[in-house]
Structures are given as C-alpha cells and as structure tokens.
C-alpha cells in the first residue's frame, strides 16, 4: 500500500503473452491505461510510461476503432481519463479529463453516429472521471453500453455493479482479470446487445443473445421489436471439450434441444408470439463431453414498456457524484466546526439547568473559545486544513509540488481536488475534530479543580483511561500518516507536512499546555462552574 511504483516486469509479461500468442495477428487487441498504470509518471514522455513501450496500441489519449461487417459496422471508443502527469497514491484514484480532451470524445462520438451501435470502454467508472460540464455520461450518450473496472467489484463485497444512466447507456464494471480471473463476453445478435461476466476456468461458457434479458434492454439504442418477429431461440456455447446438449426452458416448461449451427452458435425455433404478454423466465443448461454443465437463465419481455430496476445500491455507488458529495461534506465540516468556535468565542458564558453532557459540552467550549492559546491554534488549525498546502514533497519521481484540499499543482500542472476532499474529511473526523474534544474535556477537569495527577484518581477511572486512550490511538493514527507521507512522497515531504507531521509535534504542546494552564486564567470559569454546581 505504501508503494507507487509500476512493476516492469509486469508488463514485460504482458507484452510477451502477445507476442508469443500472436494475438494481435489474429484478432483486434485493444487495450487501454488504468490508474496503476499511470502511477508515478512524470509526463506521458516518461520512461516510466510503460502502456507505450508494451502494449498493443502504444498510444495515449482516447481512440475510436471502428469493427466493419457485411451487415453493419461497430464503433468502439476508448476513455482515457488517466491523470498527466500521473500522482503517487493515493491521489491517483480519480481519471481526469480537461476540456480539450472532452471536445476529442464529441468528435469521437459524432463520428461513431454512423454506425449500427457505438461501446465505450475505459478503465475508470463515470463517477470516478472528474469532467467539465456537460459530463463525460452526456458525452457518451449515444452508446449502447460503457464497459469499466477500476472498482475491483469492492473487494468481492459488490459482485455486479451495474446501472444505466440517465441517458440510456449501461455502465458495467468488471472484476480485475489479474486476481479475479474476471472477464466478460458480449455479442450483438440482429443488433441487440447481449453480454456475460464470467471467470476463467468455469466451463462451459453460456451466452443467450436471443431473448435477450429484459434487465439491460435498451429501447434507445436497440431495435426490440425485432424479439417479436425472430424465428428463432438462439445461445452462444463454449467449452474446452465438445458441446453435447444445449436444453432450453422457458417458465419451467422443456422447450427441446437447440441444435448446433456454426461454431459456439446453438439455434432452437420458438414462435415469440406465445410469450407477448408479460415477463417470462428463460433457462439454458449446457453440457460438454467431459461431464461439466452450466445453468444460465434471465427474464425476458417482448412488451417494449416493461422495465426491470437495477440493484439500488448499485446504482447509487455507480451514478452518485461522490466527489462532490466529498466536497460539501469536507466543507460543511470545515464550516460547522469554524462557526462553534466563533459563535462561543463571542458569545456570553451561561449556566443554566442540570450540569448534564450538554450544559458541560457546551462550557468546555465556551472556555476552549475564550482562551486565546486554544481558540487561534485550532482556528489555525481548521483554515489551514481548507486553504493550506498540505505538503510539499515529489509528486512524482523528481517533480516537486503541492498538495492542497482542492487540488495539487505538480510541474506547472493542475490536478482537481477529488480524492484530496476524502483525505481532508479523514483528517477533520479522525484527528482535528477528536482534538478540539480532548482539549474540551481536560480544561473541562482542571475547571473542576483537577491536575493532570488528581484528575486520574477519579472514581470514574475506567471511563478516564478510555478518553486517554483513544485520543492515544487517533494520535497513533496521525504519526503513521506521517510515515506513510515519507514513504510515499519522500524526506522532504515529511519536513514540510504543516498538517500532518507538524501537527504531530503541535499537538502534545497544545496538550501539556493543557494541563499546565495557570489557575488564575481559568479562575473565573472554575469559580462559575462551581457556583452552578453548588446552586
């Protein structure tokens, strides 16, 4: 985790897989960079960027390849949204695209407007593509289907991670292939869209291409009435060993055998006409010479109105704008937390009711606000944390520059705030807003006319050591992001971190300030507070 260097070695084995295959000789290879591909790269001139010394296509930048056939041709549209230069991590998790590169995917989606369908593949999911407005989904509007990874299907916790935008285009991510063993297959069958995600080794392999299921239909792109007037059931079978049944089903009830009609293409005449009214449940058990067998089933409609939801959750993680979810949340954290110190710093000290969690709460605060030593240093504290650089260190390999909440300037370049947001939230939940706490409650004991010795002797000694300890663990928590900081982007970094590494010694000072604060500045509040216990 710590690392941000690509493994050559990775991709010299990549790139002698195609040559001693011969892949490209016999089929269009088209590959395309990820994040991890990008990671720690200079400049695309770099000899760090490794896609144009061994991959197949060797060229940066987005492309359209465009699959001819006696029936029709097939646009494919590559989406290179990978950062330039490319960051360490973990800013590397967001694609970027600028606005000149938008105007090169226009031009590539109006070019694919001639053919019979348009697919848009990249790397990263939609959500995590940071574009000008009118959006990268606008942009791809005119696609059947945007195939991605990037997610890694949330490490096994979101198996299928599928939607459709607002425009019509299916967006389906992808396991990764080199841990997963994930892949997919996709047809076009009388130019209706139809795939499988699979994972290498599972024999056999089974596509129905006809009914296609009603869940990824899309009346936008695809001619559907064509289901209506098809003569016939047909199913896309592979196998290492022969193919020996191909058994179709439909609501439960045997259809018959499909017979072979050329390669893995297995046909079984229906009449669709049968099956006009409502939704129907197709299944296709395949079995080979070596005694495997495969079950595949969806739901099909022949009615164009009929409609089936995607998973909500897959949904929402896929089609939510979460950057700028990150965004408004880091900053109504950074204002909530601005205003309660200044509305206390300003405002009269009163106690009135039971000296309950929130009357206590609220005068821990008001004392906090109205010592100067804590109110500037955390007030500091918090501006920094929205307009401050955070650190400055290399980037990338010898590039020097800046990292802020909203962004990083590297090498005369820009890079927007996204995963820097998500950072910054982190750091507010997890250290800055856990400190303004910790300083509450031990001015809160020293009100009550405790010292750092006395205050332990509390009857409520259980309760004391876990408020230690946990602050013990956050600031734990802060050193090794110091450590990683270092590992990551280097010495200099980690001398100039305001944030995180002089934050670390600034905190302890703040703490034993704490503690050794003269009695007389906190006379009067011990004295109110103690008058109101007493009344």
Same mark, same amino acid.
């Given at each position: ?92 998790? *967001? ?11 226009? &031009? ?127 199913? &896309? ?28 293409? *297995? ?216 450590? *990683? ?10 001398? *100039? ?24 500045? &906190? ?13």
């Amino acid at each position: 985790m710590l690392g941000s260097r690509q493994q050559e070695v990775e991709w010299q084995t990549y790139h002698g897989i195609l040559k001693k295959t011969r892949v490209m000789e016999k089929t269009k290879w088209l590959d395309i960079k990820g994040n991890h591909d990008a990671f720690n790269i200079p400049s695309l001139e770099s000899v760090e960027n490794y896609y144009r010394k061994y991959s197949a296509v060797r060229r940066d930048g987005s492309f359209h390849y465009v699959h001819s056939t006696p029936f029709g041709n097939y646009s494919f549209i590559s989406l290179d949204a990978t950062p330039n230069p490319g960051p360490k991590r973990p800013y590397n998790f *967001f694609g970027i695209l600028d606005k000149k590169q938008m105007e090169e995917l226009l &031009l590539l989606s109006k070019e694919s407007s001639r053919s019979n369908h348009s697919i848009w593949f990249g790397h990263y999911t939609t959500f995590t593509v940071l574009s000008p407005s009118p959006g990268v989904r606008s942009i791809m509007s005119s696609a059947t289907a945007y195939l991605c990874g990037h997610l890694h299907t949330l490490g096994g916790l979101m198996p299928v991670l599928h939607t459709r935008h607002f425009q019509g285009t299916l967006e389906l991510e992808l396991g990764d292939w080199k841990n997963d063993r994930r892949y997919r297959i996709f047809a076009f069958d009388h130019d209706l869209f139809s795939f499988a995600d699979l994972i290498f080794g599972q024999w056999p392999v089974v596509l129905i291409t006809n009914p296609k299921s009603l869940l990824y239909s899309c009346p936008k792109h695809e001619p559907l009435e064509r289901l209506l007037h098809s003569t016939h059931i047909r199913v &896309l079978a592979f196998s290492l060993s022969s193919i020996t049944s191909v058994t179709v089903k439909i609501d439960g009830v045997h259809l018959g055998q499909a017979i072979h009609l050329s390669g893995p293409i *297995f046909i079984l005449k229906w009449n669709p006409r049968n099956y006009s009214n409502r939704t129907h449940n197709i299944e296709v058990i395949v079995q080979d010479s070596a005694g495997r067998s495969k079950s595949v089933h969806h739901i099909f409609s022949l009615q164009e109105d009929n409609q089936l939801r995607f998973d909500p959750l897959a949904s929402y993680i896929l089609l939510t704008d979460h950057c700028m979810v990150a965004r408004i949340l880091f900053v109504m954290i950074v204002l909530i937390q601005l205003f309660i110190l200044i509305i206390f710093r300003h405002q009269r000290l009163e106690l009135k009711g039971p000296p309950g969690f929130v009357n206590l709460t609220t005068f821990s605060l008001h004392v906090l606000s109205k010592i100067n030593t804590f109110y500037y240093s955390l007030l500091l504290l918090t501006l920094y944390t929205v307009l401050g650089p955070w650190f400055i260190g290399e980037i990338t390999e010898g590039k020097m520059g800046c990292c802020f909440s909203f962004g990083i300037f590297v090498d005369g370049h820009f890079l927007q705030g996204s995963v820097t947001f998500i950072v910054g939230i982190l750091q507010l939940a997890f250290f800055n807003i856990p400190l303004m706490a910790y300083l509450c409650w031990s001015l809160l004991q020293r009100c009550f006319g405790h010292n750092f010795r006395s205050h332990l002797r509390q009857r409520k000694y259980l309760k004391i050591t876990a408020v230690h300890l946990l602050m013990l663990l956050l600031y734990i928590w802060q050193i090794y992001s110091c450590y *990683f900081l270092h590992m990551t982007y280097g010495t200099l970094a980690f001398f *100039f971190s305001p944030l995180r590494s002089w934050l670390t010694l600034l905190t302890p000072v703040l703490i034993y300030c704490v503690w050794t604060l003269n009695s007389k500045e &906190l006379g009067t509040f011990t004295v109110q507070l103690k008058n109101h216990l007493n009344s």
